[in-house]
């Protein structure tokens, strides 16, 4: 049993698993204290939570060339944790927090809006992930002292963010064989 776990091993070192962090123009790409990456759809795009000024918060990176962008719209709604991003980058979801309460909100980078997602009965988040498309969000809430996992549907809300020439009526592939 121990001869395949160590070819195992030895195959994933050989595979690739060199232990280098990717970095970008030579540089680390936030800093020290960074947590929850998450990364676009098309690559251009990284957002982590990292600590500022005290307080967890999202920054945005342009991948091309490192640029910082500012998400203002979050500058008055922190900490944050859990960012998301749609394929282009244009929507970013976040959990934050108004007073003692965590929000899951949206934010449409292209026309500024701030879409808060209130969850009723009590229910607070504490994990999302947005589809590529910003048509749903998968949250992680917290429903009196049990975890669920929720699925909300968002095409009524936002415009779909899908990656450059696919069309409406481009069909979606089918995981069914």
Not at 54 to 75: F, I, N
Not at 128 to 133: C, E, F, G, N, V
């Amino acid at each position: 049993m121990r001869r395949p776990l160590l070819i195992l091993l030895a195959s994933l070192a050989l595979a690739g698993c060199n232990g280098r962090s990717e970095r970008a123009g030579g540089a680390l790409l936030f800093g020290s204290s960074q947590q929850a990456p998450a990364l676009s759809g098309s690559g251009e795009w990284l957002a982590v939570v990292s600590d500022r000024r005290g307080r967890p918060t999202v920054q945005l990176r342009r991948l091309s060339d490192g640029a910082v962008v500012t998400v203002p719209q979050l500058s008055r709604h922190q900490p944050h944790s859990s960012p998301s991003l749609s394929w282009n980058g244009r929507y970013l979801a976040v959990i934050t927090q108004r007073g003692r309460r965590r929000l899951a909100v949206i934010t449409d980078r292209l026309n500024g809006r701030m879409h808060p997602l209130p969850l009723p009965g009590g229910r607070e988040p504490v994990l999302l992930s947005l589809a590529p498309d910003a048509q749903q969000i998968a949250l992680q809430v917290t429903d009196q002292g049990r975890w669920r996992v929720e699925l909300l549907d968002l095409s009524d809300l936002l415009e779909p963010d899908r990656p450059p020439g696919q069309s409406l009526s481009t069909p979606a592939l089918s995981s069914e064989p």
